[in-house]
């Protein structure tokens, strides 16, 4: 559920509400004993439907309000897996930096070997 249906909800509870007001009135300006028993069971009806519209409602807040909690719960949870992840990588290039230089001080040393001390080479 989300805040808009939330909205919508609360809009129809006013308006079922603003119907029980007009059934309401209607019992109090009826003439006749016929006229009065058709506004009181029209009242009644509204008074239902305002009993369900807000039941809706609440139904709609309370599923609202869920929802709300579990996202705040994943967007936590995705922040430590991406935090964890921005480590791992971290973790990954530092072993691969280490790695490359170790390899550049082996070729290095390679070298040095193959050519001897500096100013020796080809001096017999």
């Known amino acids: 559920v989300e805040l808009a249906k939330v909205d ?41 439907k305002l009993g369900v519209a807000f039941s809706a409602l609440e139904g709609a807040k309370e599923v609202y309000a869920i929802n709300k909690k579990a996202r705040k719960v994943r967007v936590a949870d995705l922040d430590r897996t991406a ?29 040095h070997l193959r050519e001897g001390p500096r100013g020796t080479r080809g001096a017999t």
Do not use: G
Not at 84 to 105: G, K, V
């Open 83 to 111: 935090s964890a992840e921005h480590d791992r990588l971290e973790e990954l290039f530092e072993l691969d930096r280490q790695h490359f230089i170790a390899r550049l001080h082996a070729a290095a040393d390679d070298q």
């Open 8 to 48: 919508e909800l609360k809009l129809h509870v006013q308006h079922t509400r603003d119907a029980v007001t007009v059934a309401d009135v209607q019992v109090a300006t009826a003439v006749s004993a016929e006229d009065k028993a058709d506004a009181e069971q029209m009242a009644m009806a509204e008074r239902l």
